[in-house]
């Protein structure tokens, strides 16, 4: 079953504008993740927040986490072409007594030069 | 940095024909994972395992079997390939439990 439900599933930019994209999710967890996806390549991680963290940088990302909401979003600030990519948000947390790692369906983000 | 290798990056293969997929970890790692990612739907799990010749089904096991007898290695396993089961696999493993996936490169498979 699919957690995290990003939004928007598509989003387009031009260079050095700021990117946001969201996350929702329905049960508790331990972290939430973002990873990033070059086309047809691996996903690669990006930045973890825990559940007991509201707010995260690292560089030009920014995430925050509402675990009130179960949501989070992440900011690209200042965007480049190289930013162009999917990005996915996970969860991760013990569940029916096995630990996993659920992943949305992703952000398709086109940044153009 | 860790690197997670997976063998193919592109295969083809036929309705029917038994299909391994192969992921190998250099970093010690004791678990590791067997995503595929189809737009739209994207990563589902399929198994996972913790440690050698341990392994947990994920949520989309149907038709696919693993193996892990080594614990740097992680193998899919195709019994019967279908047509639907064309798709991007991904391997990933980490050192424990909550810290950050490693990716492999993914390995697209198209059955005809």
């Known amino acids: 079953s699919q957690q995290g439900e990003e939004d928007p599933q598509a989003l387009s930019i031009q260079e050095g504008e700021n990117a946001t994209m969201n996350c929702s999710y329905k049960?508790?967890?331990?972290?939430l993740q973002w990873y990033r996806q070059n086309s047809g390549r691996g996903l690669v991680h990006l930045i973890l927040?825990?559940?007991?963290?509201r707010e995260k940088h690292s560089g030009r990302l920014r995430v925050t986490l509402d675990t009130s909401k179960k949501s989070s979003s992440l900011l690209i600030t200042a965007s480049r072409a190289a930013d162009t990519a999917s990005y996915f948000c996970?969860?991760?947390?013990?569940?029916?007594?096995?630990?996993?790692?659920?992943f949305g369906t992703g952000t398709r983000l086109k940044v153009l030069a | 940095d860790v690197k997670v290798t997976q063998s193919s990056r592109y295969l083809v293969k036929r309705t029917g024909e038994k299909v391994f997929l192969e992921c190998v970890q250099d970093?010690?790692?004791?678990?590791m994972f067997w995503y595929r990612q189809d737009p739209g739907l994207g990563l589902r799990l399929i198994y996972f395992?913790?440690?050698?010749?341990?392994?947990e089904k994920g949520d989309i096991p149907e038709g696919y079997s693993v193996s892990r007898e080594k614990k740097e290695r992680f193998s899919l396993i195709l019994e019967s390939a279908s047509t639907n089961q064309t798709s991007m696999y991904l391997c990933?493993?980490?050192?424990?439990?909550?810290?950050?996936?490693?990716f492999g490169n993914g390995t697209r498979l198209t059955v005809t």
């Open positions: 996970a969860t991760d947390a013990w569940t029916s007594g096995t630990y996993k790692y659920i």
């Open positions: 049960t508790s967890i331990n972290n």
């Open positions: 927040i825990r559940s007991n963290e």
């Open positions: 970093m010690d790692h004791e678990n």
């Open positions: 395992s913790y440690d050698v010749k341990m392994k």
């Open positions: 990933a493993s980490i050192d424990r439990l909550g810290s950050p996936l490693h």
